[in-house]
């Protein structure tokens, strides 16, 4: 068993939720700019503009890239052979806590969801995967809420044909419209049970963003893969045709990216979750 | 600058007084406007802004977007200052408008009800650029609590702006501009 202290993760945790909403991702910002340069609508693109702009501005001030920093989510994968000295979801908290204050980030959590009373800094939403080895991997996403209020589930039957669960897709993203920060990141869940297909969802935005070109080859990759980017590709196509554009005023970049994750499922349903991330898809990580 | 003159899609940088104020905010407002009691803010001619800025860095330098402190050392105003989603205010914004407000800025869509009650209160709903709170920090001059401190970072501040970039997003004539064929569909 490799030993790891809490205050070691208190400390990783804390520079991680600065990092996360002061430095935006390298894949996001590089698509952001790439869709600035693609972009002909002349409001999308002063728009794009003002985005790569806020970026660069919070980066070199040490300034959060958004005000809404987010309830901070956590990734916790756990190697089986790594032993924590300590208590480690308060470890995580107190570090959410310490890196929030240090980074003058917002205190967004409210403490009794229905008196609405107790403003805080913490606690995280932590997910803690056990898996093999003997590192600790962690991952912070402050998740913005004018995008995760848009997040959808649907409990499809198993006889569902792709295209329902893509028009399920569409539609999520449709109803989200202007009102989240697009561009949008889509995460999309499928398989598993109703709760697992949301983690899986959400889990599918810390994955790295990329444009997936429709020459995809497929004897490189297994076929299931293939299938999903392939997937993806189309959706990605289709997203970025509904015209919503930046800050929903039109154009051709509603949609950055878009990542699907799969698991197995029953043989009575298939869940589909999709968990919609503004432009500013903030994560970071640190192995342990 | 006379709002009422503005159109829809309009591109302005605005110099003036805006207050922020978002959800809970916007509860204590109507519940203070029904009951009758003062008011913190004077509505008549006000500005809402729905923000929650970040709280403000201490002891940083920066070029920009800071005010000269007694000691003639440069200070930050304010934290990251972008706007939030509009529509959750659509059922506090008609007591609002009928109290004065003179416009709001936020991002996103409004009910067709407030629409209707901007045009009838000749008022106006601006846009600004949605997740860019770093750079909107850069127009805000000076930051004051108002009203409201035990909410936080969601209190009612008076700001200072300076050339902050607002698009018109309804007109005081009710034109809106997501007012079209396919944001109707859902």
């Given at each position: 068993m490799r030993p790891v202290s809490a205050e070691k993760i208190t400390k990783v945790v804390s520079d991680l939720s600065i990092q996360a909403n002061q430095i935006l991702r390298k894949d996001v910002f590089f698509l952001l700019k790439k869709a600035y340069q693609e972009e002909k609508n002349k409001r999308a693109k002063d728009i794009l503009s003002a985005i790569i702009k806020n970026a660069l501005i919070a980066k070199k001030e040490k300034l959060a890239i958004c005000q809404d920093t987010g309830l901070p989510c956590v990734f916790v994968e756990l190697g089986q052979d790594v032993k924590v000295i300590g208590d480690l979801k308060s470890a995580i908290n107190k570090g959410i806590e310490l890196g929030y204050k240090k980074g003058a980030l917002r205190n967004s959590v409210i403490k009794d969801p229905l008196s609405r009373k107790k403003i805080d800094y913490q606690p995280a939403v932590i997910h803690i995967e056990i898996v093999k080895g003997d590192k600790l991997k962690l991952t912070v996403l402050p998740k913005g809420f004018g995008c995760e209020n848009k997040t959808q589930l649907k409990m499809f039957n198993p006889t569902v044909n792709w295209q329902e669960i893509k028009n399920f897709i569409i539609d999520t993203v449709k109803s989200a419209g202007p009102d989240a920060c697009p561009p949008y990141v889509v995460g999309v869940g499928i398989g598993g049970t109703a709760d697992y297909a949301c983690f899986l969802a959400k889990k599918a935005l810390l994955k790295t963003v990329v444009h997936y070109?429709?020459?995809?080859?497929?004897?490189?990759?297994r076929n299931t893969q293939y299938t999903i980017k392939k997937l993806e590709d189309e959706l990605f196509k289709e997203i970025n045709r509904l015209n919503i554009g930046p800050m929903g005023l039109g154009g051709k970049t509603t949609c950055l990216g878009i990542n699907i994750l799969t698991y197995p499922t029953h043989m009575a349903g298939l869940p589909v979750a999709v968990n919609i991330s503004c432009h500013a898809l903030r994560t970071a990580t640190k192995i342990l | 600058m006379k709002f009422t003159e503005l159109k829809v899609g309009q591109k302005i940088l605005f110099s003036g007084i805006i207050y922020t104020a978002r959800d809970q905010a916007h509860k204590r407002l109507v519940e203070a406007i029904k009951k009758g009691k003062k008011l913190p803010i004077d509505l008549k001619g006000a500005i809402i802004y729905y923000c929650a800025p970040t709280k403000t860095p201490k002891g940083k330098i920066i070029s920009t977007s800071t005010a000269l402190s007694a000691d003639g050392k440069q200070i930050r105003t304010i934290g990251s200052c972008g706007p939030t989603t509009s529509s959750r205010m659509d059922k506090f914004s008609l007591d609002l408008l009928k109290a004065g407000v003179k416009a709001m800025i936020g991002k996103g869509r409004r009910s067709e009800q407030i629409r209707k009650a901007i045009k009838k209160y000749k008022a106006v709903y601006f846009l600004t650029y949605a997740g860019c709170g770093a750079l909107l920090s850069k127009y805000v001059k000076k930051m004051e609590l108002i009203a409201y401190q035990d909410l936080g970072q969601e209190a009612i501040y008076k700001l200072e702006v300076k050339d902050f970039p607002l698009i018109v997003g309804i007109d005081a004539k009710g034109r809106s501009i997501y007012d079209k064929k396919r944001w109707t569909a859902f």
């Open positions: 070109p429709s020459s995809v080859n497929r004897y490189a990759i | -």
